[in-house]
């Protein structure tokens, strides 16, 4: 996945996220109303992916101070 970031401009990259794969996350919204802690954490793990895949940050630096 981070391979390939840069072969991909800023605006593409926001592009493939909000309208590929931020609709399948919000799209399952009622499913968060039952989950369990832990599959949350692992839906936040997925998005906080996505926000340094747009960001271009580092896999260890924290996405909300960049948002």
Not at 36 to 58: G, H, M, P
Request: positive net charge; charged residues 15%.
């Amino acid at each position: 996945f981070y391979n390939s970031i840069n072969c991909f401009e800023p605006i593409v990259r926001k592009r493939i996220v909000t309208q590929l794969l931020l609709p399948i996350i919000d799209y399952s919204d009622i499913l968060y109303q039952n989950s369990t802690v832990s599959s949350l954490r692992s839906l936040d793990v997925v998005y906080n992916s996505l926000c340094r895949f747009i960001l271009r940050c580092s896999f260890m630096s924290r996405s909300a101070p960049a948002l």
